[in-house]
């Protein structure tokens, strides 16, 4: 068998292998179900009258910044998983058998891209319930703003990896992971415009890839203006991939060789 294709078979085995744990651990379904669902219900219901969103319905505004942050999210059960697996010696196993070396990374990160469609289904199903309709979008700019937040989610779970790889623990991986990411969905126009925040902060918020992605899609879904932003995200994926992935990679290599 060529190594490409030992690559490939390897990599689809140990994402079918991550996939298998969720029913073992449906715990780990919180991140891509009830987590996304409190947020929708806790924005729209709670603060949504308090927060002026403009031309839109509060909803059609967040729903595109809530997945956008839901599937960034995502990531964090690859952090949860390599940190376990490199705590309970599981990453010598694999050393030791005759596998390629790339499938446990690659293998973790196409797992999350499955799991990203599960939680784009119940998001989807939270905001219609909610509310939230495409406002004069076309087949095609609603696909590519799925196909977008699929490859952005992907691309974070590079990032989250490279978090595992230097988790002595899972409870540290998920401690690191929410520090580094959860103030920049807050100071993005992921929940408000950025336009509403104080001098500073603005122009903070509008340089932020979470506000890029956010109004890619809406852009996309609701009609909002376009200007770069769905190009722009589409680069800041490829950044983040370049970047992440072979740092994983190489985290991994030293991990392993312990």
């Excluded at 940190?83 to 990374?105: C, H, N, T, W, Y």
């Excluded at 001098?199 to 890619?216: I, K, R, S, V």
């Excluded at 009609?223 to 190009?231: I, K, L, R, S």
Aim: net charge negative; hydrophobic share 55%; with cysteine.
């Amino acid at each position: 068998m060529s190594s490409l294709a030992l690559n490939v078979s390897d990599t689809l085995v140990l994402a079918r292998r991550n996939l298998m744990r969720i029913p073992r651990q449906p715990d780990l379904l919180i991140a891509y179900t009830i987590q996304p669902v409190m947020f929708v219900l806790l924005f729209v219901y709670v603060f949504g009258g308090a927060i002026d969103s403009g031309p839109f319905d509060y909803v059609d505004f967040l729903m595109p910044g809530i997945i956008v942050q839901s599937i960034a999210f995502g990531g964090f059960v690859t952090a949860l998983g390599l940190s376990e697996d490199v705590q309970k010696g599981l990453i010598d196993r694999f050393r030791s058998l005759p596998m390629s070396r790339a499938a446990v990374l690659s293998g973790r990160t196409i797992s999350d891209i499955l799991l990203n469609c599960l939680s784009l289904v119940v998001l989807f199903a939270v905001g219609f319930l909610a509310g939230f309709g495409f406002i004069d979008a076309t087949v095609g700019e609603v696909l590519l703003g799925i196909v977008l937040l699929l490859a952005m989610g992907y691309a974070f779970s590079w990032i989250f990896a490279l978090v595992g790889l230097f988790s002595s623990t899972p409870e540290t991986a998920n401690s690191i992971g929410f520090t580094l990411i959860f103030p920049l969905t807050f100071a993005s126009s992921v929940f408000v415009p950025a336009e509403s925040m104080p001098d500073g902060l603005q122009q903070f918020a509008e340089a932020n890839p979470f506000t890029t992605f956010a109004d890619a899609i809406r852009s996309l879904w609701i009609g909002t203006p376009a200007n770069t932003d769905v190009w722009m995200s589409f680069i800041w994926v490829a950044v983040l991939i370049v970047v992440f992935a072979p740092l994983a990679t190489a985290r991994y290599k030293k991990v392993a060789a312990k």
